[in-house]
Structures are given as C-alpha cells and as structure tokens.
Nanobody, 125 residues
Framework: QVQLVESGGGLVQAGGSLRLSCAASGRTSRNLAMGWFRQAPGKEREIVATINWSRGETSYTDSVKGRFTISRDNAKNTVNLQMNNLKPEDTAVYYC??????????????????WGQGTQVTVAS
C-alpha cells in the first residue's frame, strides 16, 4: 500500500503561481512513475504531468508546457508541481498518483494504482 497526501492548493489570481506537493509513504520503493492529474467540474480527469521515478524523465500535457514543472525528491518520497502563469482554465482539483506496474503509457489514469485525496486549485480572472 502507498499513501499519498497532497498540499499547496489554494486561490490565486491569473498570472500567479502555486506549488503543489505530494508526500508518499508506505511501499514507495515499488513506484515506477508519479503523475499529477486534474479534474474540473463536469469534465473528465486529465493528465497534467508525469515523472519517471528512477530516471526522472518528465512529460506534460500541451496546455501546461512551459508553465508547469514536475519534480521529485526520491530521498523524501515527494513529488512537486510548480505552476506558474496560472490561467482560469487551470482551475480544478489536482490529484497526485503513483504507478507501480510497468506500462507503455503513464499518461493514462488507468496506469495508476494509488491516488491522493486531491487539492483544490482556483485561479481567479
């Protein structure tokens, strides 16, 4: 079992920044990848960014490229999402997730076994 706890959400004006953190505990040694997803009201959950836990390779959805940065600290078992130049369309509940099974597609939410409770990000225009 892996427990994930997100923090850092809140209300920010458009153009502002937030930093989300996800603390992982439990059997984290089996983590292959970590991801940040988001879900806005009435919309499906979508990928934001992923990071390979051992190699550190990252991927981003097109709408956040150049604005968001995902990073990890293996020693502290944390994954962060630095969000800059936020836009109202970034408003959503953001979820941290951990994948422990190999797959060719870590951008798919079905590839993730463990999920955090989510943290609300609201960007005011």
């Amino acid at each position: 079992q892996v427990q994930l706890v997100e923090s850092g959400g809140g209300l920010v004006q458009a153009g502002g920044s937030l930093r989300l953190s996800c603390a992982a505990s439990g059997r984290t040694s089996r983590n292959l990848a970590m991801g940040w997803f988001r879900q806005a009201p009435g919309k499906e959950r979508e990928i934001v960014a992923t990071i390979n836990w051992s190699r550190g390779e990252t991927s981003y959805t097109d709408s956040v490229k150049g604005r968001f940065t995902i990073s990890r600290d293996n020693a502290k078992n944390t994954v962060n999402l630095q969000m800059n130049n936020l836009k109202p369309e970034d408003t959503a509940v953001y979820y941290c997730a951990a994948a422990q099974y190999p797959t060719s597609n870590y951008r798919e939410y079905r590839s993730y076994t463990y999920w955090g409770q989510g943290t609300q990000v609201t960007v005011a225009s």
